[in-house]
């Protein structure tokens, strides 16, 4: 079994460096995933309300043998629920689904800054924090300026900042700002959605001289960014080995080789995005 190296967060909680992307896996086959990715070591787990599988990640915990204070559970607020009633409502939904007591990472989704009722929301997320049904709190899809507006209003920073983040999007200013405010990155979408970045000849011929698959080679220079991937996969192998790259180390000329390649998003832009 893979141990994961774990991360500690800015209101002192810990996070492995590494997790598993849960989205578009359907009720039954995220609870098989959930349970057998605990079994093989996954201690993070990824959801949200709108991937419509917080039942059957649930059930994976439940399953899974895993004693719960050593699994990390993250949901998200989806955007038709911003707002502090609809929040407060939203997560107890979420929290019934999942059939947990306490939430590890609550997320709001997305900011929806044309809403812009994303503060409401993140107040019922400290009053929530503060009844012990969320242990951490954190955003997704966050721009530096709606973080700061954030710690502006309500005096509290997020402890993540979820964001599309692979070599096709390596968000610098961002991760930097994280860095300065202590903020934990994660990064969704982490191999590119299985883009053609697995096949690209330098990441191929990496991975070839460390004896790694080129997915290693992406997770590794995340965990070296000092981001925190979540992959999804649905495949067993590729699960097992997506967790495995705490044993090999890149080079400051091999991360600079897997980053330099034309930018650009593969998902919404947090300044336009709307997602309810
Ligand atoms: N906060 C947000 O707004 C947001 C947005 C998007 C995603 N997310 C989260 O981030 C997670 C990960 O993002 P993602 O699912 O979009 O993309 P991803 O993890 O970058 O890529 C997933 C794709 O890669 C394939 N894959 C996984 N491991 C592989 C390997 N070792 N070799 C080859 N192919 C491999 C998977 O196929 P198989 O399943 O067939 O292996 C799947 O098609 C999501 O599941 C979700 O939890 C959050």
Redesign the pocket.
Known sequence: MTTVPQRTLNDGRTMPALG??????PDGVAEEAVADALGTGYRLI???AN?GNETGVGRGVARSGVAREDIRVTT?LPGRHHGYEETLASFEESRARLGLEYVDLY?I??PLPRQDRYVDSWRAMLKLRDDGLIRSVGV??FTQEQIERLELETGVLPAVN???L?PLLAQPELREFHTAKDIITQ????????SSL?DDPGVTALAESHGV????VILRWHVQLGAV???????PQ??R??LDVFGFTLTPDELALVSARPQRR???DPEHHE?F
């Open positions: 598993l992307g849960t989205y578009p896996l990824d959801t949200a991937y998200k997320l989704h997305w997704s899809n979820q964001i599309e692979h990064s969704w979408s982490p191999l590119g959605r299985g697995l698959t080129p997915a290693q991937p979540i992959p999804k996969s649905g495949d590729r699960r080995s997506n593969l998902g919404g997602e």
